[in-house]
């Protein structure tokens, strides 16, 4: 394979640093301590959360006045999240949505929902996720992002490594042709779709402008490529254009616009939500230099890290729900029409379903955890981000030996209210 020249890198590091910028809260590094408090003394709170630490929320995304309440227990989220008739999806479109319209996975109730996800799980069968970790995924975050960076023996995982990867493996993943320029490009219109949101009304004039102009650059990138494989006739491949195209071909009513709209979908997600994540990860071992080298000598042990990690630190740390008519969480009573906005990165840690909660340990047993949801609308690409997770660890660990804090750089830190992450992560190996 040819490596990846980042000819754009600046101005992606610029864009994933706005992002970050939006979601960073109003002096707050870590808002656990906080919801953990209110986790125990007041487990549902009128008042959406977010809004105390001015951080915009899908809860009233669009800043209609929306009634919101947070919930902070295990026990109440995972309620919401298994019942989507009463705790619905659709306020989701209020935002993301209004760029996706009907193919925004994650905003759609009952059958649309069933229908769109039908046409997407297909792609996602055992054998093909097999093929896609071993021909696809490792041999890109391998052979162009981590033996690049051997030489240098210094480098910084984020803005060299983790914020570049998930962009090009889902490029990949989709069947686009390997263009390293467009590549980044699509990066950076992702990104912007992200920044929409602001807390400041006149800030999201101008925000929200950017990122439905990206969502609509995004499109009319991806359509012509859509168009061009299905005139092609070539999509007999295991990559996820062809199986769209031949769900079509099969019945599914999957135009080109309607295709176009599911990748465009996509791509929010896969230049963020992995980046962010495997960032998470690495502070969390490298802050704890024994548990690195137990990693490294017993590689079994990855998942266990790889979940922990997405336990301890999710990168979206909310979700949001309306409900669908009057009901009572946790004898608080919630209007129909009212918004729920889930701190699920709190629930997580809640003692009551996880003991130690607040202790990052990988040895603690097997248990769902909130940070992908849950039931009927689980993130469907939670198997690919565990994936590209896996196969980056690996790469690291067998061509970086030695890897530890860069001395010369300011130690890592995870910050954010939602969209968790460190700004920078710089290592030097032996």
């Given at each position: 394979m040819t490596s990846i020249i980042q000819p754009a890198a600046s101005n992606m590091a610029s864009d994933f640093a706005a992002v970050s910028d939006v979601f960073s809260g109003a002096g707050e590094d870590n808002p656990y301590p906080m919801m953990a408090r209110l986790r125990d003394s007041t487990p549902v709170m009128e008042g959406d959360i977010l809004a105390h630490f001015g951080v915009p929320s899908q809860a009233d995304y669009a800043n209609k006045g929306r009634q919101v309440f947070t919930t902070f227990r295990y026990e109440d989220c995972m309620a919401i999240?298994?019942?989507?008739e009463t705790f619905t999806s659709s306020l989701l479109m209020d935002g993301l949505g209004?760029?996706?319209?009907?193919?925004?996975?994650?905003?759609?109730?009952?059958?649309?929902?069933?229908?769109?996800?039908?046409?997407?799980?297909?792609?996602?069968?055992?054998?093909?996720?097999?093929?896609?970790?071993?021909?696809?995924?490792?041999?890109?975050?391998?052979?162009?992002?981590?033996?690049?960076?051997?030489?240098?023996?210094?480098?910084?995982?984020?803005?060299?490594?983790?914020?570049?990867?998930?962009?090009?493996?889902?490029?990949?993943?989709?069947?686009?042709?390997?263009?390293?320029?467009?590549?980044?490009?699509?990066?950076?219109?992702?990104?912007?779709?992200?920044?929409?949101?602001?807390?400041?009304?006149?800030?999201?004039?101008?925000?929200?402008?950017?990122?439905?102009q990206?969502?609509?650059?995004?499109?009319?990138?991806?359509?012509?490529i859509v168009a061009a494989r299905r005139a092609s006739g070539d999509f007999d491949g295991r990559d996820?254009?062809?199986?769209?195209?031949?769900?079509?071909?099969?019945?599914?009513?999957?135009?080109?616009?309607k295709i176009t709209n599911i990748i465009r979908m996509l791509l929010p997600a896969a230049a963020e939500t992995t980046t962010r994540s495997f960032a998470n990860m690495m502070v969390l071992l490298l802050d704890r230099p024994e548990l690195l080298a137990r990693v490294w000598d017993d590689r079994k042990l990855v998942p266990k890290v790889i979940n922990e990690s997405l336990r301890y630190e999710p990168v979206s740390a909310f979700l949001a729900r309306q409900a669908a008519k009057d009901v009572e969480i946790a004898g608080v009573k919630i209007p129909k029409g009212a918004a729920i906005s889930l701190a699920n990165g709190c629930a997580n840690r809640d003692e009551s379903a996880f003991a130690n909660g607040e202790t990052f340990d990988i040895d603690r047993p097997l248990k769902p955890i909130l940070s992908f949801g849950f039931g009927a609308h689980t993130c469907l690409g939670l198997a690919i981000a565990k994936?590209?997770?896996?196969?980056?660890?690996?790469?690291v660990l067998d061509h970086m030996p030695g890897l530890r804090y860069d001395p010369a750089e300011p130690r890592a830190k995870i910050v954010g209210i939602t969209m968790r992450g460190p700004r920078a992560v710089h290592v030097v190996h032996d």
């Open positions: 999240l298994r019942d989507p209004a760029f996706l319209e009907d193919a925004m996975l994650t905003a759609l109730d009952g059958e649309a929902h069933r229908n769109l996800r039908a046409s997407l799980q297909g792609a996602f069968t055992p054998a093909n996720v097999k093929h896609w970790h071993e021909n696809m995924i490792g041999p890109v975050i391998v052979d162009e992002f981590v033996k690049p960076l051997v030489a240098r023996k210094r480098c910084d995982l984020v803005n060299d490594f983790a914020l570049h990867f998930p962009v090009r493996v889902i490029y990949e993943l989709m069947g686009f042709p390997n263009d390293p320029a467009a590549i980044e490009q699509f990066a950076g219109w992702a990104l912007r779709i992200l920044a929409g949101p602001q807390p400041d009304p006149e800030k999201a004039k101008i925000s929200m402008a950017a990122a439905f990206a969502a609509q650059d995004l499109y009319d990138h991806v359509r012509p996820l254009m062809s199986h769209l195209l031949r769900a079509d071909a099969q019945g599914a009513q999957l135009d080109d616009h994936m590209e997770m896996t196969s980056a660890l690996n790469a």
